[in-house]
C-alpha cells in the first residue's frame, strides 16, 4: 500500500514563506508526475504546480515566481516552496502523484495540509 502523507503548512502572514513536503511510501518502484493541488473554502480544487519525471515543471499563472516545485527521487519527496505567499493563496493544500507499484500506475493523494495567510 502506498501512502502520502503531507507536511509543513501553517499560520503565516502576507510576504512570507512556507515550504511544504510530501513523502511517499510503501512498495514504490517508482514515481512519474508529482503535483500539489488547492481548495480553498467554496472553490473546486485546482492545480498548482505539476513536475514530471524528468523535472520539468508547469504552473498556474497565480503562483508563477513565487512558488517552485522540486522532488528528491532519492527520497521519494516532493516539495514545494511558497514565497510572498498571499491572503488569496489560503487553502487545503493536496499532494498528487502518480506512481509505479506493485500493481502497476496509480493515482495517489495526500490528505492535506492547511496553508493559512492572514495577517
Known amino acids: 500500500q502506498v501512502q502520502l502523507v503531507e507536511s509543513g503548512g501553517g499560520l503565516v502572514q502576507p510576504g512570507e514563506s512556507l515550504r511544504l513536503s510530501c513523502v511517499a511510501s510503501?512498495?514504490?518502484?517508482?514515481?512519474?508526475?508529482g503535483g500539489w493541488y488547492r481548495q480553498a473554502p467554496g472553490k473546486q480544487r485546482e492545480l498548482v504546480a505539476r513536475?514530471?519525471?524528468?523535472?520539468?515543471?508547469n504552473y498556474t499563472d497565480s503562483v508563477k515566481g513565487r512558488f517552485t516545485i522540486s522532488r528528491d527521487n532519492a527520497k521519494n519527496t516532493v516539495y514545494l516552496q511558497m514565497d510572498s505567499l498571499k491572503p488569496e493563496d489560503t487553502a487545503v493544500y493536496y499532494c498528487?502523484?502518480?506512481?509505479?507499484?506493485?500493481?502497476?500506475?496509480?493515482?495517489?493523494w495526500g490528505q492535506g495540509t492547511q496553508v493559512t495567510v492572514s495577517s
Open positions: 498528487n502523484a502518480y506512481i509505479l507499484d506493485l500493481r502497476g500506475i496509480r493515482d495517489y
Open positions: 513536475i514530471t519525471s524528468g523535472g520539468s515543471t
Open positions: 510503501g512498495s514504490i518502484v517508482s514515481i512519474h508526475t
